[in-house]
């Protein structure tokens, strides 16, 4: 069977659609939300920290407020996605459509991304307002936040397949997420830890993924470049190998 290149577009509209109908949740909301965060994060400190290695407080910030978006609008997206069609039983048209359980895979990822790139994208026009946001590497942008947002919609998918509650849902991003986000250097350089820390912070990958928009962007990186890189794509490849595996034995979705 070849590729179902009009069956994942199918997939892709269905939750383009889908995206629409809670369009206050899924854009307003994260977009009010990174607001407040250059609001204060940005303006109010940043009239008292005038700089951090030499970049303006705000300018410093805004990668690390973009990333915390970015992360969690991908992983809202299929989490939320499976986990409803696990819910509402609609899982099983999936399963019985001529889809491979890689197509499967990238309709949902894809799905995830976009969403990112829409919620990115209105989150750097309020940092224009700002005067937050500028490009050193355009191509190294894209690739760290499509990059990022493939893991984590990847991510999402395992506990979308794992949880059987609304509960469980929000424990990921209340004491994983979130816990990782601001220990990974998002609103500061992880310089102004002590060096027992420091190290700690290396094996976060959340600062990788950091550290690598914030070179995109204002030309400032703490990590090798490589390694950050080589992070996030080796993490899209294990997560991606999981979920295919998770599909292939139907693991909570053939229950």
């Not at 939750?15 to 307003?28: C, G, H, K, P, S």
């Not at 005038?50 to 303006?56: K, R, W």
């Not at 996605?81 to 899982?91: E, G």
């Amino acid at each position: 069977m070849g590729f179902n290149g009009v069956g994942l577009l199918t997939f892709l509209q269905r939750e383009y659609d889908r995206m629409l109908r809670v369009a206050t949740q899924v854009f307003i909301s994260p977009w009010i939300s990174a607001f407040l965060y250059i609001v204060v994060f940005g303006s109010v400190l940043g009239s008292r920290i005038s700089t951090i290695q030499g970049v303006p407080y705000i300018n410093f910030v805004f990668p690390g407020i973009l990333m915390m978006n970015v992360i969690q609008s991908a992983f809202m997206s299929s989490s939320s996605s499976l986990y409803f069609a696990r819910f509402l039983k609609a899982i099983q048209e999936i399963l019985v459509a001529p889809f491979s359980y890689i197509e499967m895979i990238l309709g949902y990822v894809l799905s995830a991304v976009v969403r990112t790139v829409l919620i990115a994208i209105g989150i750097m026009i309020i940092g224009f307002v700002f005067h937050a946001v500028y490009f050193s590497h355009p191509l190294m942008f894209l690739f760290v936040t499509i990059g990022v947002s493939a893991i984590f919609a990847l991510f999402g998918m395992v506990v979308g397949l794992w949880a059987n509650g609304f509960e469980q849902m929000s424990i990921v991003p209340t004491f994983v997420i979130m816990p990782l986000s601001f220990l990974g250097g998002m609103f500061y350089s992880i310089s102004m830890l002590p060096p027992a820390f420091q190290g700690v912070a290396r094996f976060n990958p959340f600062f990788y993924f950091v550290d690598l928009m914030r070179y995109s962007m204002i030309d400032y990186h703490e990590a090798n470049l490589w390694l950050s890189s080589a992070v996030v794509i080796g993490l899209i490849l294990a997560l991606g190998a999981w979920v295919w595996y998770l599909f292939k034995i139907g693991w909570r979705i053939r229950e």
